[in-house]
């Protein structure tokens, strides 16, 4: 019986040691078949690029996959357990550790960006995602880690990041503005300086372009960056400037972009330029020119004219030399030499349009000129107060003074005009120095210039008059004030002295003409002007001009003067007169326009025969011009057509008869 029953313990006793060695097989089998699922899993976690490893404290490592050891150069076994100070710098240690230590305080996943120095020395930027594993208490076992190398891509971003501020930069320092519209016309992008412009649109991104910029509900017309998404090329527009502003005129261009992969257009890049000083400077060029071209038209007509006139005044003067002084027709030879110089002031006007209308320059004290001009017009107008404010000391400019007063007069006349009820003229003289840019739109060299402002309180002018002011036969008054050609004739005498005039007005307060006049250094001329009185002589005169009008009147004057008289009707026929009989002619009269052979070319041939043969230059132009290249070439004096007999008797002995 006891041995049953010890059999029956000992049978107990071995079941319970095979259960227990059963239980320990099924463990064994779990631990095996967990063994080789990690292993499985670190296979696997061996064949990809991403850094994985297992962290079993802040500090030490678990398992690594072939990735983070390959990084420092390493086999995975030889990283197992390995403390982080002995893998890592002590910096890049201390970074990786305190966040390791907030997963183990926190129990939560982090994301970190650490710093690792690779085998080769190279530094690396990792971003690690490292997750906690709890067990049933909620404690961290360890710790999951799986990081991506993400230098270059933060190189990129970082590279990016400076090209876009950079862009930025660029943008904002573009001097014009500048704003991106898209495919709605509706504003994404603008520059400091658009900003500036339409800052009382306020805030201008996500507008619409149109309303923006232009207060319109709907898209302009003409609109460039309308033609720009219809044509996918570049389109410019002229509009008028921003109201309250400098920019009275800006140049819109619009530059399509293109999606080149869809090969479409998806917006506009506006680029607005204010271009007001160059619309300026070509309407002041398209000016000039147009006063050239009339310039050219007036002085033909002028010179034709003065030889007509020359025709009249020397009939004139041959019947008045041949009656008695108490002879009743000299009255009327008298009106009709009165009729001829009014006609002679008409040409002058004329030709102070013209290029190259200046007369006799000589060194004038313009203080002088504008004080003595302006007290003689104050004494004809009560009404107007005037006010002088001179530069100190002479301020001379070779000027025509007879001209010169002209336009003075067209001015103080046209201001008290414009002051119908009275008012204030004021009148200002400056020595000024004019840079390239001023200079150039008027094609005058830069320098110092005497600067003649005139200004009144008159009722203004509009824009379009303004533009008009100096266009011949342009006036705003009616027909009993005059012909128009008052300060269309000052523009052409002041840009024949080599300076301009300009004029800035606004309706309701006044205008402003500012005359500019090249300064001299030479001293004021104080000497008298030559007697008129009738001076004969008995030389021969050889008369050389190709109107046959102009020929049987000269003729005439100077057989009356008691001279000689030879004719060349040309240049050819006078070089050969010249030739045949040149020590016999005391003096030439020779006309400066003449078909075939002109005044220039008659003279320098007459020259190289007889150096010293006395000439007589005289035309319908006036001085300046191809008549002052001859005067500078050694001729001997020059006569403005339409001339009296008294005043080639005088330039005749004035060069005969020098003052020694």
């Not at 006010?387 to 103080?412: F, H, T």
Request: aromatic share 6%; with cysteine; charged share 25%.
């Amino acid at each position: 019986m006891q041995d049953a029953d010890k059999s029956r313990e000992e049978l107990l006793e071995e079941l319970l040691l095979l259960r227990q060695r059963n239980t320990e097989l099924e463990r064994a089998r779990e631990t095996h078949d967990a063994s080789a699922k990690i292993d499985e899993h670190l296979l696997l976690l061996d064949t990809i690029d991403t850094h994985v490893f297992y962290l079993s404290d802040p500090s030490t490592y678990g398992m690594v996959n072939k990735a983070h050891a390959d990084f420092f150069g390493a086999h995975k076994r030889d990283l197992a357990y390995k403390n982080l100070y002995d893998m890592l710098s002590t910096e890049e240690a201390i970074v990786c550790e305190q966040g390791n230590l907030r997963i183990f305080r926190e129990k939560k996943q982090i994301v970190t960006e650490e710093w690792m120095q690779r085998a080769d020395g190279e530094k690396r930027l990792f971003r690690f995602t490292k997750t906690p594993r709890l067990d049933e208490n909620s404690d961290v076992v360890y710790v999951v880690c799986t990081g991506e190398d993400i230098t270059d891509s933060m190189q990129a971003r970082e590279e990016l990041r400076a090209n876009k501020h950079f862009l930025e930069n660029v943008i904002e320092s573009i001097q014009d503005g500048m704003s991106v519209l898209d495919r709605e016309y509706t504003i994404v992008h603008t520059n400091a300086v658009m900003r500036e412009w339409y800052k009382e649109s306020g805030p201008l991104v996500g507008q619409k372009c149109f309303k923006a910029y232009h207060g319109n509900d709907t898209a302009c017309d003409p609109c460039p960056t309308r033609r720009a998404f219809a044509s996918g090329k570049t389109e410019s527009n002229l509009v008028p400037g921003l109201p309250g502003s400098s920019a009275e005129w800006l140049e819109v261009f619009s530059y399509p972009l293109k999606d080149q992969e869809k090969d479409e257009i998806t917006g506009v890049v506006e680029f607005v330029r204010d271009v007001t000083d160059r619309v300026k400077l070509q309407k002041q060029i398209i000016q000039v020119q147009k006063m050239e071209a009339i310039g050219t038209l007036a002085g033909g007509i002028a010179h034709d004219f003065n030889n007509l006139l020359l025709g009249m005044q020397g009939r004139a003067s041959l019947m008045g030399v041949d009656l008695a002084t108490d002879d009743p027709h000299q009255e009327h030879i008298k009106a009709i030499e009165d009729h001829i110089r009014s006609a002679t002031g008409l040409t002058k006007q004329l030709l102070g349009i013209a290029r190259g209308g200046k007369y006799e320059p000589k060194p004038i004290d313009l203080n002088a000129l504008v004080t003595e001009s302006v007290t003689m017009f104050g004494r004809t107008r009560k009404e107007i107060q005037i006010g002088l404010k001179m530069a100190p000391g002479p301020v001379v400019a070779e000027v025509d003074r007879s001209q010169i007063e002209q336009v003075l007069l067209n001015i103080y006349v046209n201001a008290a005009q414009a002051m119908a009820g009275g008012g204030e003229l004021s009148i200002e003289t400056r020595i000024v120095i004019l840079d390239e840019a001023s200079c150039q739109p008027h094609e005058v060299p830069p320098g110092h210039y005497v600067r003649i402002a005139a200004r009144d309180t008159g009722i203004g002018m509009d824009e379009m008059t303004r533009q008009r002011i100096f266009d011949p036969f342009f006036t705003t008054k009616d027909k009993e004030w005059g012909t128009g050609l008052g300060l269309a004739s000052a523009y052409g005498i002041i840009k024949n002295h080599n300076g301009f005039i300009t004029v800035s007005s606004e309706v309701g307060r006044g205008s402003t003409f500012t005359i500019f006049l090249p300064v001299s250094k030479k001293d004021v001329n104080h000497g008298p002007d030559a007697p008129t009185r009738i001076v004969k002589g008995s030389e021969t005169v050889l008369l050389v001009d190709d109107e046959e009008m102009i020929i049987q009147v000269g003729q005439a004057m100077l057989r009356k003067l008691g001279y000689q008289v030879l004719v060349a009707e040309g240049g050819p026929q006078a070089i050969e007169m010249v030739s045949a009989r040149g020590d016999a002619i005391d003096l030439v009269i020779l006309d400066l326009i003449m078909p075939h052979m002109d005044g220039g070319k008659v003279f320098d041939q007459i020259r190289q025969k007889y150096p010293a043969m006395p000439i007589l230059l005289s035309s319908g132009y006036a001085i300046e011009g191809q008549a002052a290249e001859i005067m500078s070439r050694g001729c001997n004096g020059f006569i403005q057509k339409p001339f009296s007999i008294a005043d080639v008797s005088q330039k005749i002995r004035q060069i005969l008869d020098p003052v020694s």
